[in-house]
């Protein structure tokens, strides 16, 4: 990352303090002249005490920029961070086993990337001031005094040397201290979600047991962190306390008489010696600030790496990001019945020996209802995925209404797709809200309709007020299906719609009636139904069976 704007203003202001302190110095060694030939008087101060003020207004303004620079730019740069990683992980593949748990994801991009923010406004302005104010004082003193300058000299390198040596220890520490936290915010939200499970297995104690196991264990990683934080500030403020002093020593102890060397040959005036003084303290200050932030660079860097793992690309859904994909059904208000034609579709999931496709082929016409059956495993719902584009095929061509499926097409082709789900996701809010999904084009009558259409009106109007609870809680599984059928059909431009195993749990006087909720639906429309039940399977018009995927001899 560069050096901004507001880094290089900040570390301009912080280098104003050499001429404030040439200012003190010389107003002072006035002020001993004048008293030695008694011509006392506050005049003779008074330009360099306007030209201070002045100084310090400088530089008061130029912080105060610089600061307010290099915040907005670490907020605006931490969006974007944000908005990558978020749209990586929108991307990513339904069907990708590996992807990085829920609870982990939303702990690093809501509450460890904040961590990024310090280190942009805090890290980076001081490493900026350590890289220049040091050389810059250096730069002062060592015309004026070779012994002072050495003093430094030698006393500074110390400092990063053990830094670093510290830091070192800090990065790990802190990025193990990032996975503790995430892996505990993916546990509990896991089990949160599990918790009627939990509670009905009587596996309560047993979970917050691990779950306290888990905050001790960062409770302890923590502490590490600030062990290591403060060991590093420790070493640092006794250089730093020592190497002043050692110079106070010299510099007072010359003005004395006592140490006649160090000065080039010459004897340092007292305004000399005071502006030698001033700047010791100056020299290590941006060293000791950037102690202070030190721990913000491990927690910022660890953080940036946990972004970007979660930014890296990984198997992900057919989509060009941006582009909305051109499709001769977009906008359309009446379902056209779509064509389907797959040939030489060969799929397997990463990591998998046996491919779920060898090099499978179907044909479907508009308005045709295919019913796809097999036995569990055989790749049913895979399949359903696939023509969603919701995984990229390792060889073959899909192809709907004559546009080949691919990450350009793919978001247009989806709009011209319903896809009700085995399990479909149900959102803590209200049942209207569940079905219009924020889409755009689904407004209220849409969505009244769509209940209707999916018989949910009663539902929705049981508790008029009160919405549906996190997964689902508050629906039967009929109605969890009606709703996924709802969500479909307040989509009317879907000519295709893909239902995977919508009777499968459904006693039959149930799936009797998804059955008619879905044939009517389903008119005018193609439609590919997933299913174990011969009965919905019997109702469409073709059954296409697969044959169970062969395992590598
Ligand atoms: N996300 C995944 N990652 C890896 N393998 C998977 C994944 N999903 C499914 N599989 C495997 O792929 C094969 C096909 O699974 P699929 O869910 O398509 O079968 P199905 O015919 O729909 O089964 P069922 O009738 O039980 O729902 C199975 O062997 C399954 O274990």
Redesign the pocket.
């Known amino acids: 990352m560069g050096w901004s704007w507001g880094s290089l203003l900040q570390a301009m202001a912080s280098a104003l303090w050499l001429p404030q302190a040439a200012c003190l110095a010389y107003a002072v060694q006035r002020l001993a002249d004048a008293a030695a030939q008694d011509a006392a008087g506050w005049r003779i101060v008074a330009g360099p005490a306007a030209l201070l003020l002045l100084l310090g207004l400088l530089r008061a303004a130029l912080e105060g920029w610089g600061l307010r620079r290099v915040f907005r730019q670490a907020r605006a740069g931490l969006s974007q961070l944000r908005e990558q990683v978020a749209a990586a992980l929108a991307l990513g593949s ?4 590996a992807r990085p748990a829920s609870g982990l994801a939303a702990s690093a991009i809501a509450e460890q990337a904040e961590a990024v923010v310090p280190y942009l406004t805090r890290y980076q302005p001081a490493r900026l001031r350590v890289m220049v104010l040091p050389l810059l004082i250096l730069a002062a003193v060592s015309p004026l005094s070779w012994a002072a300058a050495l003093v430094l000299l030698l006393a500074a390198p110390l400092i990063p040397l053990f830094m670093a040596l510290v830091g070192w220890r800090a990065q790990a520490a802190s990025e193990a201290q990032m996975v503790e936290m995430g892996g505990m915010s993916a546990f509990l939200l896991d089990r949160l979600r599990g918790l009627a499970t939990v509670r009905a297995l009587d596996a309560v104690q047993a979970t917050a047991q691990r779950l306290d196991d888990a905050a001790q264990s960062l409770r302890q990683r923590t502490l590490r962190v600030l062990r290591i934080a403060f060991l590093s500030s420790a070493v640092l403020e006794l250089f730093s306390a020592l190497g002043v002093a050692m110079v106070a020593v010299y510099v007072g102890f010359h003005l004395l008489g006592q140490l006649e060397f160090g000065a080039w040959g010459r004897r340092l005036s007292l305004g000399e010696g005071l502006f030698i003084l001033l700047l010791a303290p100056a020299f290590f200050e941006p060293l000791r600030e950037l102690s202070a932030v030190w721990h913000d660079r491990a927690a910022g860097e660890a953080a940036l790496q946990a972004l970007r793992r979660l930014g890296e690309a990984r198997p992900a859904l057919l989509a060009a990001p941006g582009s909305g994909g051109a499709s001769a059904h977009l906008g359309a208000d009446r379902p056209a019945a779509v064509a389907l034609r797959i040939e030489g579709l060969r799929f397997a ?4 020996p ?1 491919p ?1 496709f060898g090099a499978f082929g179907l044909q479907v016409a508009p308005g045709e209802h295919v019913a796809v059956m ?12 696939l023509i969603a584009g919701l995984a990229p095929v390792q060889a073959g061509r899909i192809e709907i209404d004559g546009v080949p499926l691919s990450a350009a097409t793919a978001d247009g082709l989806r709009e011209c797709m319903a896809w009700i789900g ?1 399990r479909p996701h149900v959102f803590a809010g209200s049942v209207q809200a569940n079905v219009a999904l924020g889409r755009p084009g689904v407004g209220a009558a849409q969505v009244r309709a769509a209940l209707q259409a999916a018989a949910l009106e009663r539902v929705a109007q049981a508790h008029p007020g009160t919405g549906l609870g996190e997964g689902g809680a508050g629906l039967s599984g009929g109605e969890a299906v009606r709703l996924a059928l709802a969500r479909a059909a307040a989509w009317p431009q879907a000519g295709l719609l893909l239902a ?2 919508p009777t ?1 749990h459904l006693d039959a006087q149930t799936a009797h009636e998804v059955t008619q909720a879905l044939l009517l639906l389903a008119r005018g429309r193609t439609l590919i139904v ?1 299913t ?1 039940d011969p009965v919905l399977a019997a109702r469409l018009g073709r059954q296409v069976r ?1 044959d169970m ?1 062969q395992e590598p001899a």
């Open positions: 339904p069907l990708d086993r999931y990463p990591g998998t046996a779920v097999g036995g569990s495993g055989c790749g049913k719902s895979t399949l359903l995925a085995q995977d195993e499968a997933a174990h697969l995927p």
